[in-house]
């Protein structure tokens, strides 16, 4: 899990920006979402690392994800975020999440079932929002927050909205070269079929596909949609 470094954090009489970036896996989410942040010094979460966490909690558990719901109260799952100038750190109890190993094979396999738990979702909605007040409250000037439903549901009303696509070739390319080994296929489905908060495009996103854009094109893409609101 990476949390990048933000330095020369500063207060700017400009409005808070918020961005949602949603797609599927290997799509650039990630590295959008950071390059954004390094560049404007904006707030990174993403949120998928909340679902992984749970996946992971409840794994250790030896729940099932159709068993969930009666575990995802606050003396089960102790879920609480650390907001500073150095980023965004999640907690599940004592422990920070960037310990735990949360890409996995197996959480990389069974994320999308947890996550597809609408009591999985309810748990994380008003988190996920929460964020949003603290990182403009502390002096950040934007947030970008990365994942599958962020546009549709977590940011609806967020001031610019993209959807990434690329081609399987190349996002099997790009998760091997993150050493991670999943079906992508197979989650995108699950998560586009599942009955709350799909993996979707909504009508007021911008779509990009990235299969043959380098990350700097990508970020260009972004960066203009971005000056004409600010």
Same mark, same amino acid.
């Given at each position: 899990?990476?949390?990048?470094?933000?330095?020369?954090?500063?207060?700017?009489?400009?409005?808070?920006?918020?961005?949602?970036?949603?797609?599927?896996?290997?799509?650039?989410?990630?590295?959008?979402?950071?390059?954004?942040?390094?560049?404007?010094?904006?707030?990174?979460?993403?949120?998928?690392?909340?679902?992984?966490?749970?996946?992971?909690?409840?794994?250790?558990?030896? @729940?099932?994800?159709?068993?969930?719901?009666?575990?995802?109260? =606050?003396? $089960?799952? +102790? /879920?609480?975020?650390?907001?500073?100038? *150095?980023?965004?750190?999640?907690?599940?109890?004592?422990?920070?999440?960037?310990?735990?190993?949360?890409?996995?094979?197996? @959480?990389?396999?069974?994320?999308?079932?947890?996550?597809?738990? =609408?009591? $999985?979702? +309810? /748990?994380?909605?008003?988190?996920?929002? *929460?964020?949003?007040?603290?990182?403009?409250?502390?002096?950040?000037?934007?947030?970008?927050?990365?994942?599958?439903?962020?546009?549709?549901?977590?940011?609806?009303?967020?001031?610019?909205?993209?959807?990434?696509?690329?081609?399987?070739?190349?996002?099997?390319?790009?998760?091997?070269?993150?050493?991670?080994?999943?079906?992508?296929?197979?989650?995108?489905?699950?998560?586009?079929?599942?009955?709350?908060?799909?993996?979707?495009?909504?009508?007021?996103?911008?779509?990009?596909?990235?299969?043959?854009?380098?990350?700097?094109?990508?970020?260009?893409?972004?960066?203009?949609?971005?000056?004409?609101?600010?």
């Amino acid at each position: 899990m990476f949390f990048p470094v933000l330095e020369n954090l500063e207060v700017s009489m400009n409005r808070f920006i918020t961005i949602a970036i949603d797609g599927g896996a290997g799509v650039g989410k990630s590295t959008l979402a950071k390059l954004i942040c390094s560049k404007k010094n904006y707030l990174y979460i993403e949120t998928g690392n909340f679902y992984r966490a749970i996946t992971y909690l409840m794994l250790e558990m030896k @729940i099932k994800p159709e068993s969930v719901a009666e575990q995802l109260n =606050p003396d $089960v799952i +102790k /879920f609480h975020s650390k907001i500073s100038s *150095k980023g965004f750190e999640l907690f599940a109890g004592d422990t920070n999440c960037i310990e735990l190993d949360l890409r996995s094979a197996e @959480i990389n396999k069974c994320v999308s079932d947890y996550a597809a738990q =609408p009591a $999985v979702r +309810k /748990f994380l909605l008003d988190f996920q929002r *929460k964020q949003v007040t603290i990182a403009e409250k502390i002096g950040f000037v934007g947030i970008v927050m990365e994942g599958r439903d962020i546009g549709s549901k977590i940011l609806p009303n967020a001031d610019l909205k993209f959807f990434l696509s690329a081609d399987y070739k190349t996002r099997m390319m790009r998760r091997d070269q993150d050493g991670e080994s999943d079906e992508i296929v197979t989650r995108d489905l699950k998560d586009s079929k599942r009955s709350t908060s799909p993996l979707l495009k909504t009508d007021d996103a911008i779509e990009i596909n990235t299969g043959k854009l380098t990350k700097e094109e990508v970020f260009e893409i972004v960066n203009t949609e971005l000056e004409k609101i600010i």
